[in-house]
């Protein structure tokens, strides 16, 4: 496995090596820079997000300023964190830097194990983004109409599905057609911290140092795994909620059950709402296929416009385990080495191609089609009855025994 990669930024060359060297010390991949125009001509060469796993710049430099760089990255690397580095008698700066989009900041002069700690949430932070797809438009009419709705209310929302399904799309999308659009939208995946360290995470530190709950104000946050909040935490959350004083709209993600304590759990849903996986929502695939192209053709340098038809029926019809950032990945691979302006069945991976192309008899091709029917029949029994095997079993007709084997003949696993 690679090193992560982290991009460090300060004009005065001393602090910068010793950056470099705590850094490296715990097996980071550090890019120093004292310059900020040199910094910023390698973010411009930079495809994509994926060469760094966080940036740490100073706020205040000759020429280029650390807002600048943040306001660059922003733009350019969405989902890349950027940490600010600054004296300890300019946080005010540094809490206007996390309004506009700032992963978090850091006081000069340093604590080393503050400073790890931070980057480590940071880098893990990225990693989970990067598991999210880059750019997801959900077309179904019914989120659709679902998000328009509840965007003019005020009132808490739970956002259940699996990694990769567009949660944090569907959060940002409630935000932006909402009264509070013109004012912060922030994330926050709680399962990047330890449920110990979550608290001043999101409602602030004995020092001062503002939490997630004070920087949305009058805006939106959204908590993405919320189900790693261990029950301190919980009841502070419902304390918060209950403050007349508080003006922020939350909004929770999570791809796991929820074990929360009954007053929180009822709050939270009020209104709720499961985004189906990829593999039910065959109409995304193809929209999402087709408006990736354009980015894809700019990022490699091709001019792709179509899929042909058997290629797209290929894509609706796969599975998708790892969602939109899964087709994403596909359709990169594929763009990356396709040579004609158009994509089809043979640019697909092995995996994916229809069970035709890979001269399987009659016979077999019934196997496979059964064992597609039997397996979206039983998770649907089972997502339905929360995982109760008696309960699924008599929906299906099955002895409890039956669907067990069932489940261990497909490979079937819990969610989470």
């Known amino acids: 496995m690679n090193a992560s990669r982290i991009l460090v930024l300060d004009d005065e060359k001393n602090i910068g090596i010793v950056l470099q060297a705590i850094l490296e010390r715990e097996g980071y991949e550090v890019l120093l820079y004292q310059d900020a125009e040199l910094a910023l001509s390698f973010l411009n060469e930079s495809s994509d997000d994926e060469d760094l796993d966080a940036v740490l710049t100073d706020l205040y430099m000759p020429g280029k300023t650390g807002m600048e760089i943040l306001e660059h990255c922003h733009a350019r690397f969405p989902k890349l964190p950027v940490l600010m580095m600054t004296a300890f008698g300019s946080i005010e700066t540094a809490v206007l830097a996390l309004k506009k989009g700032a992963f978090d900041f850091i006081t000069k002069p340093f604590d080393q194990a503050d400073l790890l700690q931070t980057v480590a949430k940071a880098v893990a932070t990225s990693q989970e983004r990067k598991k999210e797809p880059s750019a997801v438009h959900v077309q179904s009419p019914d989120t659709q109409a679902w998000i328009k709705k509840v965007a003019q209310t005020h009132v808490p ?50 020092l001062g140092k503002p939490g997630r709950f004070q920087l949305a104000h009058r805006g939106s946050l959204f908590l993405e795994e919320i189900s790693s909040m261990n029950e301190k935490t919980q009841a502070e959350l419902m304390n918060y909620l209950d403050d007349p004083s508080l003006d922020v709209r939350l909004i929770v993600g999570t791809s796991h059950e929820l074990h929360f304590r009954q007053d929180l759990y009822y709050r939270l849903t009020v209104a709720s709402f499961e985004l189906p996986p990829l593999r039910h929502r065959p109409e995304d695939v193809e929209a999402w296929s087709k408006s990736w192209l354009q980015p894809l053709n700019k990022k490699f340098n091709k001019n792709v416009r179509t899929l042909d038809a058997d290629c797209l029926n290929s894509l609706k019809s796969y599975r998708w385990p790892g969602n939109a950032r899964e087709l994403e990945t596909v359709l990169e691979r594929m763009v990356l080495l396709s040579e004609a302006d158009f994509l089809s069945v043979q640019d697909l991976p092995e995996e994916i191609r229809p069970i035709q192309s890979q001269n399987l008899n009659f016979k077999e091709q019934v196997r496979l089609k059964t064992i597609q029917v039997e397996y979206d029949l039983i998770e649907k029994a089972l997502k339905d009855t929360h995982w109760n095997i008696t309960h699924a079993a008599e929906r299906l007709g099955l002895s409890r025994k039956g669907l067990q084997l069932k489940i261990k003949e497909l490979a079937m696993k819990r969610p989470g």
């Open 157 to 206: 929302i739970l956002i259940r599905g699996e990694s990769g399904t567009g949660k944090e799309w569907v959060a940002q999308a409630i935000h932006s057609q909402s009264s509070r659009a013109q004012n912060p939208f922030l994330t926050f995946n709680c399962s990047v911290v330890a449920p110990d360290a979550l608290s001043q995470e999101l409602f602030g530190s004995d």
